[in-house]
């Protein structure tokens, strides 16, 4: 594998890593006191990062995992691997932008968040799922580069 | 302020479509071999053409659903039938490939 590509699939594990310690802040940080504009910048730099993520891991994935680390692992001892968790995974992938993308408008467009409970509710189980979404990718990653060459 | 809560509907609705517009690109394609070859010859990958679709589908059906003006449903609600669905979407996923990989 090219330096090029290793650049490509280490920023897709850091830029989606990213995603979710921003929506972590955004969590942890939602009931505190004057944060919006907190709030608005985490939910957008998740929103960036998650798109980001996508395009250079979508690179790698189009140009690379198919042709060269697929059939290693449909030929290794965990083809189940390649046929569940990264079929699985490189779908539910697409949804972190779009969900990523309705919290950051949310919030640009959320004045009264805090005054409004069910609202604030809301606002934190879509958090909390996109937060969940993107840390089952992580673990499907790492499930799926442990399966190489076994 | 109520034209804010238009626009934020419009895009929470088309999210809940476009999410189950990959889960329906994605099974189809799994289960109609000529539909995922359609997708691979036209976007010279299977997942480019879904990825392509899901921006498009949310990119056509934002202005729609604004010119819906939906006010009467409120964002709170909106906001959980996105995270019920991008559950739901998950799970089905994981099911179907779980069943193509060990049942069928």
Known sequence: ??????????????????????????????????????????????????????????YYYVTYYGHAVKPIILSGEFPWVHKVLMETKEHIFLFLPFLAFVLFIATYFGKNIKDDKKLAYSYIGLCFTTVSVALLVTIMGMAISGAVGK | MQDKHSILSAIIVSAILTIAAIVFLTVFGELNPAFKT???????????????????????????????????????????????????????????????????
């Open chain 2, 38 to 104: 359609w997708l691979t010859n036209t976007f010279s990958h299977h997942w480019i053409g879904k990825s392509i679709i899901s921006v498009l589908v949310f990119l056509a059906f934002t202005p729609i659903f604004y010119l819906f003006r939906l006010k009467q449903i409120s964002i709170a609600v909106l906001v959980w039938i996105l995270v019920a669905v991008a559950n739901l979407s998950f799970g089905l996923l994981l099911a179907f490939f779980l069943f193509e990989t060990f049942f069928n």
């Open chain 1, 1 to 58: 594998m090219s330096y090029f590509l290793i650049s490509l699939l280490v920023s897709h594990i850091f830029l989606g890593t990213l995603g979710i310690v921003f929506l972590t802040g955004y969590l942890l940080y939602f009931f505190r006191e004057d944060n919006l504009g907190f709030l608005k910048r985490m939910s957008f730099f998740a929103f960036l990062s998650f798109v980001f993520s996508w395009i250079v891991g979508g």
